[in-house]
Structure formats: C-alpha cells, structure tokens
C-alpha cells in the first residue's frame, strides 16, 4: 500500500509560482508513474501532468503546458509540480497520484493511489 501526501499548496497572487511536493511512503515508488490532477469545485477531477518512473517522459495537459514542470526525486521517494504564471483558473484541489502499471497515465482511472490532496488557490 502506496501512502501519498501533497504539500505546498496555498494563496498566490496571479502571475506567481508554488511548487507542490507529494511524498510517498512505500517501497515501491522508483517503480510508480506518478501524476498531478487536479479538481475544481463542481468540476470533474482532470489530469494536469504525468511523469515515467526514471523521469525520462512527461506529459502535460494543453492547459499547463510550457507554466507547470513535473519532476521526480527516487531517493526522496517524492514527486514535484514546479507552478509557475499560475492563473485564477488554475484554482483547484491538487492530488498526486501512483500508478503501478507500466506507461504514463492520463485518466483517473489508470492510478492506483492517491494522496488527499492540496488547495491551490490563485487570485486575480
């Protein structure tokens, strides 16, 4: 059992940055995909970027592309979104997530742990 916890959400101006961190507590994490979504009240929960196990492939969703970096660090056991022209719209509960299978995920379904999340919010 993967335990996840997020950190580093909080209030920031339109325009700043935060770096959300998730750390994880099993033994397996090296061998995890990992991945940010996020969830806006009264909106579906949606994928915000994936990373491989060794960190050789990222993906992102087309609405943070080229503003958000995903990064991972195997012997801290913890995953990194790097926020950066953050936008009232990126205001949401961010959760990282583990993926035990192989290949990056994109839907919620594909992940098999998930942390309890972390409130971003940006204001204009």
């Known amino acids: 059992q993967e335990q996840l916890v997020e950190s580093g959400g909080r209030l920031v101006q339109a325009g700043g940055s935060l770096r959300l961190s998730c750390a994880a507590s099993g033994q397996f994490f090296n061998t995890y995909t990992m991945g940010w979504f996020r969830q806006a009240p009264g909106q579906e929960r949606e994928f915000v970027a994936t990373?491989?196990?060794?960190?050789?492939?990222?993906d992102y969703a087309e609405s943070v592309e080229g503003r958000f970096t995903i990064s991972r660090d195997n012997a801290k056991a913890t995953v990194y979104l790097q926020m950066n022209s953050l936008k009232p719209e990126d205001t949401a509960v961010y959760y990282c997530?583990?993926?035990?299978?192989?290949?990056?995920?994109?839907?919620?379904?594909?992940?098999?742990?998930w942390g309890q999340g972390t409130q971003v919010t940006v204001s204009s």
């Open positions: 997530a583990a993926k035990a299978s192989y290949g990056v995920g994109f839907r919620t379904y594909e992940y098999d742990y």
């Open positions: 990373i491989d196990w060794g960190g050789g492939r990222t």
